[in-house]
């Protein structure tokens, strides 16, 4: 049987158009960008038209506001890390609770290793970030605000236009972390005030290790990586030219993707959605349903733990997540769940289906046949199901 992949928040299927635009550039078109010959001049026009390819995506008005990285988390780390260094008697980050362990490990590190003030704002039980706090989190010391456009577990959306007029307003730099919501959702960054966004490749069907920072015109950008003058010497080393060629023809097909991600791709997660929850009880879907990425459904059943629906549904050939639970081998809830006060007998059983354009109706109806008796016959080995009346309304865990 065909496998079923509702796992594109993890990585993405490398498009095959995205793979031809490709292969040029292992084989003749070898060479080097910097290169003063024919070699080099042909490879250099192939990374100006990605440049520019990626630059519509997102709306940016400026070629040289793109700047080529190696993925998200180099882009996160870049934005923060040079905001620290530019924003002179600024040594504060304001940031959510519930962001891409690349910023929030970061931050971990700055806040024990430099001393740096970091504001994690909280979200509300459907992961809405807590305006007022953030509101109240900035100031005269604030560097930099950095919140993600969409969280990667639940697909909530935040309102990041707003918070980075709100950061302006205190003289602080705002950052986003778009990985998840590029070529998911319309972006026109030259309407908005955001001064940095980073943005991946493997999310949105081009490879792996590659990324751009979007760095607004006139924003000081004090590169992470020292060396060459490449990329204007804002990211040094010499250009993964395949991959840039790949994340540029990812963007134009993305672009050229868009309406049918807001349309068909929502449809068949919202089939997926209303169908689990007509055919399985005490389960409950995390986020915001009113402001969600269309690609993404995160659904907590009660009483049973993700891992052990992954291995089940594994076993069916199908792939899905339980969000970054269990990156750390702990059975902890992941850090969102958690600042979602999501009660822990519903978090441990959080599972996340996302969806690409790859996608199809059978894939939604493959897991409606095989998910609800998953679920059923884990439960009925469950003692917290079963020590509970089988999961009756208003059960309060008596467990930590
Ligand atoms: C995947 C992801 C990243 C990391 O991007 P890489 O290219 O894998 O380094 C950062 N932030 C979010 C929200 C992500 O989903």
Redesign the pocket.
Known sequence: MKPVYLDN?ATTRVDPQVVEAMLPFFTEQFGNASSMHGFGASVGAAIRKARQQVQELIGAEFDHEVVFT?????S?NTAILSALETQRGRDEIVTSAVE?P??LSLCEHLEKTRGVRVHRIPVDAKGRLDIDAYRRALGPRTAIASV?WA??ETGTIFPVETLAELAHDSGALFHT?A??AVGKIAIDIKTSAIDLL?L????LHAP?GI?ALYVRRGVRLRPLIRGGHQERARRAGTENVPAIVGLGAAAELALRHLSEECGRVRALRDRLEAGLLERIDNAMVTGDPANRLPNTTNIAFEYIEGEAILLRLNREGIAASSGSACTSGSLEPSHVLRAMNVPYTAAHGATRFSFSRDNTEEDVERVLDVLPAIVRDLRSLSPFWQGNGGGQAGFQPTYA
């Open positions: 928040n190696s993925g998200g988390t180099e996160d891409h690349a910023v993600m969280n990667n972390d990985v998840q980073s991946s490749g493997h999310k792996k990324g």
